[in-house]
């Protein structure tokens, strides 16, 4: 069965401090996805970041970056210079490819709640 | 905006009743999803709908039933209700063209919050 840990339930910082997200996943598929999605006070969910799981390359996107290591079956999750619109809830999740059906059933982490301080 | 519209946003009833949760997808999406968040339980996927058919099941009970129209949008129908059915459900959308469609990104709704008194 699939399972998405995320070890960190708050993480408290000051503006412009880094926030790395740990996050740890359990599949037996081969190919999957990895996710990351951010959970404003006003409460929608909002993507962030994809990942699959036959690129180990480890990206950097604006503030944003990852760290995808396929050995340790993790997909850490860095905001370089966090703000105060950075404070939210942010969920890892994982999707595998459903044989013999178009289903897309993502797993989520419990989330970690980033508090960014001015 | 996401595209995704969810109505009503905000949903207060008693025990034993029966509410309607609604989900129009973005445009262009064929696929529908239903998630149920709480504080207990997290983030919990419930059912997806594909251009009207079920092809999806999580952990729906089975006092809750959903349906996708021809008109692709989706409802979620709650029955009987208990008081630990109170939690935010969101509905999502996404294209399901990738034919790896663990790849496909899921839009996420504002949700519908509903409290159970």
């Known amino acids: 069965a699939q399972k998405v840990t995320q070890a960190q339930t708050e993480i408290s910082v000051v503006e412009k401090e880094d926030v790395t997200l740990d996050c740890v996943y359990e599949t037996r598929d081969t190919t999957y996805y990895l996710f990351w999605y951010k959970q404003p006070p006003s409460g929608e969910l909002v993507f962030l970041i994809r990942?699959?799981?036959?690129?180990?390359q480890n990206e950097i996107s604006g503030r944003y970056s990852w760290n995808f290591q396929k050995s340790t079956s993790s997909f850490n999750f860095t905001i370089t210079a966090s703000q105060v619109v950075d404070s939210a809830v942010y969920f890892c999740?994982?999707?595998?490819?459903?044989?013999?059906?178009?289903?897309?059933?993502?797993?989520f982490g419990g989330g970690t709640r980033v508090l960014v301080k001015p | 905006d996401s595209g995704v519209t969810q109505t009503p946003k905000h949903l207060i009833t008693a025990t034993g009743q029966r509410v309607t949760l609604r989900c129009s997808p973005r445009?262009?999406?064929?696929?529908v999803y239903w998630y149920q968040q709480s504080l207990d339980q997290g983030l919990q996927f419930l059912i997806q709908?594909?251009?009207?058919?079920?092809?999806a099941k999580g952990n729906i009970l089975e006092r809750f039933s959903a349906q996708q129209f021809p008109d692709l949008h989706s409802e979620l129908n709650l029955s009987s209700l208990e008081l630990g059915d109170s939690a935010l459900y969101f509905c999502a959308s996404s294209e399901t063209r990738d034919r790896f469609s663990g790849a496909n990104v899921l839009t996420f709704g504002a949700g519908s919050r509903l409290t159970v008194l």
């Open positions: 990942r699959n799981s036959f690129d180990e």
């Open positions: 709908y594909y251009n009207g058919e079920e092809r």
């Open positions: 999740a994982l999707s595998d490819r459903v044989a013999k059906a178009a289903g897309n059933k993502l797993t």
């Open positions: 445009s262009g999406d064929l696929s």
